[in-house]
Structures are given as structure tokens and as C-alpha cells.
């Protein structure tokens, strides 16, 4: 059964930070592209990250420079840093599989997420 688990959210301060980790199970994602997605209260689902299976890395313009994706293909994780994070990061973020090697070729596979806030 394939699946991805997430972990690591939480209440933070503003200009904190959190590392979030994406657990992937039933498959080895060493040949896939990973990427990060979040949701908001009342808002669409917005793409955050996207690492390619060779390891180039894409971000959304709202994140760029204060977030990072990385990729554990020994461990078959997926981790996003977050810093300097700020009330509007407020969302439940998952994690998702590519259906290639790039972030091009769109998901196929989601977790059902962790929530983070951000909030004073």
C-alpha cells in the first residue's frame, strides 16, 4: 500500500521556525519527483516546494528564500524547512508523490497533511 505520513507541524511564533518530514511507505521514492502543498482555511490547495528526483528543487514565489526541501532517498523521506515563518504560512501542508522523475509531470499520491500555525 503506498502511502506518505507527515509530521513535525505545530504552533509556532511569527519568524520562527518548524522542519517538517514526509514518511514514504509501499514504494521507494528515489525515482520520483516529492513535492509540498498547503491549504489555508477557506483557500484553495497551493503548490509550496517540489524536489525533482535529481534533486533540483522548485518554490513558490510566497517561499522562496525562507524555505527548503530536501530528500532522504536512504531513508525514503521528504523534509521541508521552514524559518522565518509568518501568520498568512498558516495551512495544513502534505506532501505528495510526483508521477515521474519531474516536478513537471504533476502528483499522484498525497498525505493527509499537518497542520501549522503560525500565531503570537
Known amino acids: 500500500q503506498l502511502q506518505l505520513v507527515e509530521s513535525g507541524g505545530g504552533l509556532v511564533q511569527p519568524g520562527g521556525s518548524l522542519r517538517l518530514s514526509c514518511a514514504a511507505s509501499?514504494?521507494?521514492?528515489?525515482?520520483?519527483?516529492m513535492g509540498w502543498f498547503r491549504q489555508a482555511p477557506g483557500k484553495e490547495r497551493e503548490g509550496v516546494a517540489c524536489?525533482?528526483?535529481?534533486?533540483?528543487?522548485k518554490y513558490a514565489h510566497f517561499v522562496k528564500g525562507r524555505f527548503t526541501i530536501s530528500r532522504d532517498n536512504a531513508k525514503n523521506m521528504v523534509y521541508l524547512q521552514m524559518n522565518s515563518l509568518n501568520p498568512e504560512d498558516t495551512a495544513v501542508y502534505s506532501c505528495a508523490k510526483g508521477s515521474h522523475h519531474d516536478c513537471a509531470y504533476g502528483m499522484d499520491l498525497w498525505g493527509e497533511g499537518t497542520l501549522v500555525t503560525v500565531s503570537s
Open positions: 509501499g514504494f521507494t521514492l528515489d525515482r520520483f519527483a
Open positions: 524536489i525533482g528526483s535529481g534533486g533540483v528543487a
